[in-house]
């Protein structure tokens, strides 16, 4: 038997392996979101010139830069830049950064599951949860590096909420701290839709063990400290929103009354890789999965017969009552019914597409899913029927969705193609410029891109310029002085310096704007955070500190 379950294990690690294979094929494939490539490369650019956290990308924005990962959450690119500056090319790290955050979802669904369901039971959950077909609809489909990033570690939140409430180790404050944390740095909208049910199942485990006051607040702590950790992040996003024009994604094509999901959809709709429209025909399929749901039906059968028999756990009650409520709510945040809880919970827009609530819904169902084991084998009179039942659920939950998992075709690219400055400047741009600041007058050619400062008025002669994302230098001669316009896109941690001097400059709609003295002269325009971004780096380190304090002090009174 212990030779059996090592197979066991060794033969679910494979099938864990099936939905990446896509990403080892040579050269690249079409997303929705195919910048990437581009923001793992950006982002390493801003790394290896002392920039940290990284807020500013250069290249981006038209050759003006952006603020893009002070607002877009930046955890995944974080990763895939420690590849790219290791010495890797940007396109493979970025396949690393994709594999990464797949691989990771199934052994923090399998933790959590196996906590309640046992090891068969979360290894079941684990491959339902890696398998759901939304789950290949955000890699190989809309590739949402972000929002499956953030669905990786979901799990594990609520898997040390659990363990917490069990045993107040401290080593699950630590996880689930973290654990938060990273949803919040991977996707700041999943970290927005997830955080009402975490704080429903921590209120639902304190009255579940009548808890003190004190003990549910310590129950709370692990998300109170991921807030913490990720202040550096979600804070300025938050506060310096209004700097850009990214308010603009909310309505117009991306408006969540044209894209509810029909009930048949969550069915069947066919597999496709074009976009979400208005209507019950779109281009993508939502899905919730037929085996995930037929598997979730039979683990209510198989649960209201438990309970009927009194086999029954008190934890498991409530954990499974839990899931199937979470289930059904989110599934019905997706359909039209819902639509007047949008129109009265004004924040709820910026979700953009009801149909995102099918990861949190692929959550609850794959949980529900590793059930049916746990119960079969409740009820099964020999253990090797449960073995055989289990091995036949792997066989049919990765048999059957596999075929979710493929790239819809290949093209022969390389990480130049991703990286040359037409791709930054031009293709890039014109996918993702919602970080750029309002009004701004944006190219309407490459050609129009300026790739040198430009004297707008006077006699200046342009000696030397030089730049990097963190600082523009320029040196110049004027017998009377003059104007010139440093292609930057105007945000407030950008400073100027004459000489080493406080120096002013004007923001215009195409660049900051500097009238310069006459004689000779260098320019700097460098990068320096905002008091609100300096507070909030100093948050998170207070964060980090205080919880390695909180363990400390708890470890000796233990």
């Given at each position: 038997m212990k030779y059996l379950k090592y197979l066991l294990s060794l033969l679910v690690l494979l099938f864990f392996l099936i939905p990446v294979l896509p990403l080892f094929h040579s050269g690249f494939f079409p997303i929705h979101d195919n910048t990437q490539v581009q923001r793992v490369f950006e982002m390493t650019k801003s790394l290896s010139f002392g920039m940290f956290p990284v807020r500013w990308v250069s290249d981006l924005g038209f050759g003006y830069g952006y603020p893009i990962f002070n607002f877009y959450a930046p955890l995944a690119y974080y990763f895939g830049s420690l590849f790219n500056l290791s010495g890797l090319d940007?396109?493979?790290?970025?396949?690393?950064?994709?594999?990464?955050?797949?691989?990771?979802?199934?052994?923090?669904?399998?933790?959590?599951?196996?906590?309640?369901?046992?090891?068969?039971?979360?290894?079941?959950?684990?491959?339902?949860?890696?398998?759901a077909p939304y789950h290949a609809v955000d890699i190989y489909v809309r590739g949402d590096v972000a929002e499956f990033w953030a669905y990786a570690f979901i799990p594990l939140v609520f898997y040390s909420l659990l363990k917490l409430n069990k045993t107040n180790k401290l080593r699950y404050l630590l996880l689930g701290a973290f654990s938060f944390s990273f949803v919040v740095l991977s996707h700041n909208l999943t970290a927005l839709m997830v955080t009402p049910f975490i704080f429903i199942f921590w209120?639902?485990?304190?009255?579940?063990?009548?808890?003190?006051?004190?003990?549910?607040?310590?129950?709370?702590?692990?998300?109170?400290?991921?807030?913490?950790?990720?202040?550096?992040?979600?804070?300025?996003?938050?506060?310096?929103?209004?700097?850009?024009?990214?308010?603009?994604?909310?309505?117009?094509?991306?408006?969540?009354?044209?894209?509810?999901?029909?009930?048949?959809?969550?069915?069947?709709?066919?597999?496709?890789?074009?976009?979400?429209?208005?209507?019950?025909?779109?281009?993508?399929?939502?899905?919730?999965?037929?085996?995930?749901?037929?598997?979730?039906?039979?683990?209510?059968?198989?649960?209201?017969?438990?309970?009927?028999?009194?086999?029954?756990?008190?934890?498991?009650?409530?954990?499974?009552?839990?899931?199937?409520?979470?289930?059904?709510?989110?599934?019905?945040?997706?359909?039209?019914?819902?639509?007047?809880?949008?129109?009265?919970?004004?924040?709820?827009?910026?979700?953009?597409?009801?149909?995102?609530?099918?990861?949190?819904?692929?959550?609850?169902?794959?949980?529900?899913?590793?059930?049916?084991?746990y119960y079969f084998d409740l009820f099964a009179k020999k253990k090797l029927f449960t073995v055989l039942f289990f091995i036949s659920l792997i066989l049919a939950v990765s048999g059957f969705n596999s075929k979710y998992f493929f790239a819809q075709t290949y093209t022969n690219v390389s990480s130049k193609d991703f990286t040359n400055s037409h791709s930054l400047k031009w293709v890039t741009s014109?996918?993702?410029?919602?970080?750029?600041?309002?009004?701004?007058?944006?190219?309407?050619?490459?050609?129009?891109?300026?790739?040198?400062?430009?004297?707008?008025?006077?006699?200046?002669?342009?000696?030397?310029?030089?730049?990097?994302?963190?600082?523009?230098i320029v040196s110049y001669e004027s017998q009377d002085g003059g104007k010139i316009r440093v292609p930057i896109a105007y945000f407030p941690f950008w400073k100027a310096e004459l000489d080493g001097n406080k120096f002013g400059y004007s923001v215009t709609s195409s660049g900051i704007s500097v009238m310069l003295p006459k004689g000779s002269h260098t320019l700097t325009l460098y990068y320096s955070q905002t008091l609100t971004e300096i507070l909030a780096n100093i948050i998170s380190v207070c964060g980090i500190l205080a919880l390695i304090i909180v363990i400390i002090f708890r470890r000796k009174a233990i």
């Open positions: 940007p396109l493979l790290s970025t396949k690393i950064m994709m594999f990464v955050g797949i691989f990771i979802s199934g052994f923090s669904m399998y933790f959590l599951g196996k906590e309640v369901w046992g090891k068969m039971g979360g290894a079941i959950s684990g491959l339902l949860y890696t398998f209120l639902f485990l304190s009255l579940m063990n009548k808890r003190s006051i004190k003990k549910s607040l310590f129950l709370l702590t692990p998300l109170v400290f991921g807030l913490l950790i990720s202040a550096f992040y979600w804070l300025p996003a938050l506060s310096e929103m209004n700097f850009t024009n990214v308010i603009s994604q909310v309505g117009g094509g991306a408006d969540y009354r044209d894209h509810f999901v029909c009930l048949n959809q969550l069915w069947a709709s066919p597999w496709g890789f074009g976009g979400s429209v208005k209507g019950c025909v779109d281009g993508v399929s939502f899905m919730i999965g037929k085996l995930h749901i037929l598997l979730s039906l039979a683990g209510i059968v198989l649960f209201v017969f438990a309970f009927i028999l009194r086999k029954k756990e008190k934890e498991k009650i409530f954990v499974f009552l839990f899931s199937l409520s979470g289930l059904l709510l989110t599934v019905l945040l997706t359909l039209d019914v819902s639509k007047p809880v949008w129109d009265l919970i004004k924040p709820m827009g910026f979700f953009q597409y009801p149909w995102r609530f099918l990861l949190l819904a692929s959550f609850f169902i794959s949980f529900i899913g590793g059930s049916v084991v014109n996918v993702t410029n919602e970080y750029m600041p309002k009004g701004f007058s944006k190219p309407t050619s490459f050609d129009q891109i300026p790739n040198a400062v430009s004297v707008r008025q006077g006699d200046v002669n342009i000696i030397s310029e030089s730049s990097t994302p963190r600082k523009y």
